[in-house]
C-alpha cells in the first residue's frame, strides 16, 4: 500500500468510502495503465498535503469489477470525489496536479 493511500476493494468501498466520516477520493486504477502510474505518484504527494482533510484510497478496476461498473467506470484513470457518500466530483485521465488541488479544495470548501 502507497503511504497515505489506502487499498479499497467491491467489499471494503461501502465501508470505507460511502460511510466516511470526511471527503473521500478514489483513484480507479490497474496495473498496466500508464497513465495511472503517472498520477499515482501525483496522488501520494496530496495525500500527503491534504490527508487529514480528506482520504485518499484507490481501487483496482481489474480486481474489482463491481464498484467500478456502478459509477460508470469507462476509461482509467478516473478519479472519484465523494462526500457524505454521494459523488460530489469526477475527474478522468491524467490531469496536471493544480487541476487535483482545486477540486479537493472546492471539495472540502475551502
Known amino acids: 500500500m ?5 487499498e479499497i476493494d467491491d467489499g471494503s468501498f461501502e465501508k470505507e468510502v460511502l460511510q466516511a466520516d470526511k471527503p473521500v477520493m478514489v483513484d480507479f486504477w490497474a496495473p498496466w495503465c500508464g497513465p ?4 499515482g505518484p501525483v496522488v501520494e504527494d496530496l495525500a500527503g498535503a491534504f490527508g487529514d482533510q ?5 481501487c483496482n478496476v481489474d480486481d474489482n469489477p463491481v464498484t467500478p461498473v456502478k459509477y460508470g467506470i469507462k476509461a482509467i484513470p ?4 465523494f462526500k457524505d457518500g454521494k459523488v460530489a466530483e ?3 485521465g491524467m490531469v496536471a496536479k493544480s487541476k487535483l488541488e482545486d477540486t479537493i479544495r472546492k471539495v472540502l470548501g475551502t
Open 2 to 6: 502507497a503511504s497515505g493511500v489506502l
Open 36 to 39: 495511472c502510474k503517472a498520477i
Open 54 to 58: 480528506i482520504k485518499f484510497s484507490k
Open 78 to 81: 478516473t478519479l472519484i470525489f
Open 90 to 92: 469526477q475527474i478522468t
